[in-house]
């Protein structure tokens, strides 16, 4: 089955990006190594909630230049959970869905097949796959910034008995770290072995 990952900027306080969705303290921080580069090349398909999808739309002008998708995500399929109706972008592998993050799952583990499943944020749409015992990775690169608000990294309780820390690493001003999750049901022993 593959493994869900939770990959993200954030503030040292713990915000995705400030009260108006703006990343522009994000911009500000220098790294010294594409950490992404390597990381997408092992995901095969994607998830995101409708204020982090609108916010790539709008600041990359994807409703007028759609083929610039690609350059993004490339063709792997996106689900992007909204209630709402959203415009699609025109060529792109985007899946709108709602409802139970469980519900949607066997889609979206066929479609990532032997590759893993990014979970790019909000904050709570990932505590929606904890909740679902569906997590199983977070993978945070913590800027040397903090905001009064914003929007939160994971607005959920998870005990230090469900993270483990895997590695510490520096690049430029970022510390990333690596968690795995421990699903609620997995055992604490069988932790160590993951
Ligand atoms: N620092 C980073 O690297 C990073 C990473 C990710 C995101 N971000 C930013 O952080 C902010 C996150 O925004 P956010 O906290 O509002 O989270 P979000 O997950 O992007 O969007 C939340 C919205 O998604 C929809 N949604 C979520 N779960 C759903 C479900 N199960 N069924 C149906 N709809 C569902 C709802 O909106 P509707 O139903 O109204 O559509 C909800 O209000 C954005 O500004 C984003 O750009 C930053």
């Known amino acids: 089955m593959p493994r869900v990952i939770f990959y993200t900027a954030t503030t040292l306080n713990g915000f995705l990006a400030d009260d108006h969705d703006s990343l522009e303290w994000l911009f500000a921080v220098q790294q ?12 095969g398909a994607i998830v995101q909630g409708s204020t982090t999808f609108e916010w790539v739309v709008a600041h990359e002008g994807l409703a007028e ?3 610039k998708w690609p350059a993004f995500y490339g063709a792997r399929p996106t689900w992007v959970f909204t ?3 959203l ?3 025109p060529g792109a592998e985007v899946r709108f869905a709602s409802g139970s993050v469980r519900e949607a799952w066997p889609e979206i583990a066929a479609a990532a097949g032997d590759l893993d499943v990014w979970v790019v944020g909000g904050g709570d749409l990932v505590g929606q796959f904890a909740d679902a015992g569906l997590l199983d990775e977070l ?3 913590i800027a040397p910034v903090t905001l ?9 309780d998870l005990a230090s008995d469900r993270l483990h820390l895997e590695s510490i690493a520096q690049n430029g001003q970022f510390a990333e770290l690596v968690y795995t999750v421990r699903r609620p049901d997995q055992p604490e022993e069988a932790r160590d072995a993951v």
């Open 65 to 67: 230049h759609p083929e």
């Open 87 to 89: 415009t699609q972008i």
């Open 83 to 85: 209630t709402r109706r």
């Open 139 to 141: 993978r945070v690169q």
């Open 148 to 156: 009064a608000s914003g929007r939160p990294l994971l607005p959920r």
């Open 32 to 43: 010294d190594e594409d950490s992404f580069a390597p990381f997408i090349a092992n995901i």
